[in-house]
């Protein structure tokens, strides 16, 4: 077996978010643990869990079923994947307000799992050990050593504008504006996005990102049926510029050219200081203003959205 190749040990990427709080970090933490931390810790999780629907789509249609968070399942006629799969109840003292919307047990062995990057709410191991991937799994470049070990057949980093293809399913990774440290010190991690093609349709996974100009380039180079967007987590206790809000996701997804939005990043954990039903609300709002409406696609934990 050849030695796993050496890691970069410095920042990769000139797109890295500042890892430093910015000024007023203690009041905005103390808001955080007294009206969202400490009473979610007793709130009983919402939602239901549902099996997933095993059969695949029709050949000129995708399935995109939200789990929760930023986790979801894509199904095309001929192949299916998983992006940021995590069922954990917990994150650290941070409890999960919405159950998971598929039986982990009850998902089918995928074509691919997808990473966008290896922060705890988006690379959770323990969920990783259990899914099966035919193909293996994709991260970005640096973060090979966190999922060497987690059994899978073969372990794909790629760069910003890679691309990989199995048979006719496409995966191409996107840049965002965010950051990749697993821990403070491990900034040599790489983070991004994907775009999945299969049967003629093509699903954009954003991953984390504040808003910048990047969305124009990626609407610029591929053609997008559905942009699945982060919404939630933008009042960031620290204060850094590192999520979007519901306003910001339109207009990137405007700026991606896409034809359907569907919101995700709100409503799973307390990440920032916002109310749960702030994000979903906002962007509505957004979507009325501005006439796109109907290209909006809200779905339900666990439910599966043909388009």
């Not at 890295?16 to 970090?25: A, I």
């Not at 059969?55 to 994947?81: C, E, M, N, Y």
């Not at 109310?275 to 696609?297: K, M, N, S, T, V």
Request: with cysteine; glycine share 8%.
């Amino acid at each position: 077996m050849e030695p796993d190749p050496p890691t970069p040990r410095r920042q990769i990427s000139a797109r890295y978010s500042d890892l430093l709080p910015q000024k007023g970090w203690p009041a905005r933490n103390l808001r955080f643990l007294r009206h969202r931390l400490v009473p979610g810790m007793f709130r009983r999780r919402a939602g239901n869990v549902l099996e997933p629907v095993l059969a695949p789509p029709d050949p000129d249609k995708v399935r995109v079923t939200w789990i929760g968070h930023a986790s979801f399942f894509l199904q095309f006629a001929g192949h299916s994947v998983i992006v940021d799969p995590n069922w954990a109840k917990w994150h650290g003292p941070v409890k999960r307000s919405r159950v998971p919307g598929l039986d982990l047990h009850g998902v089918p062995k995928v074509d691919l799992v997808l990473v966008t990057h290896a922060h705890f709410d988006h690379l959770h191991k323990p969920t990783l050990r259990i899914l099966q991937a035919r193909e293996g799994i994709v991260i970005p470049l640096g973060s090979r050593s966190l999922v060497k070990h987690l059994g899978f057949p073969a372990i794909h980093e790629m760069k910003v504008w890679d691309e990989l293809c199995f048979d006719n399913l496409e995966i191409i990774h996107t840049p965002s504006h965010h950051w990749g440290a697993r821990f403070l010190h491990d900034t040599h991690r790489d983070f991004g996005g994907y775009i999945v093609r299969a049967g003629g349709k093509s699903v954009f996974h954003c991953g984390d990102s504040a808003y910048f100009e990047g969305f124009r380039e990626i609407g610029s180079r591929y053609e997008i049926d559905i942009a699945l967007m982060p919404i939630g987590a933008y009042d960031t206790p620290s204060g850094r510029d590192v999520h979007m809000n519901p306003e910001d996701a339109v207009r990137a997804f405007v700026d991606l050219n896409a034809k359907m939005l569907i919101p995700m990043h709100y409503g799973t954990f307390p990440l920032g200081n916002e109310p749960l039903d702030e994000p979903l609300g906002r962007l509505l709002a957004e979507a009325d203003y501005l006439g796109i409406r109907d290209q909006l696609l809200i779905p339900e934990e666990g439910v599966g959205i043909e388009w």
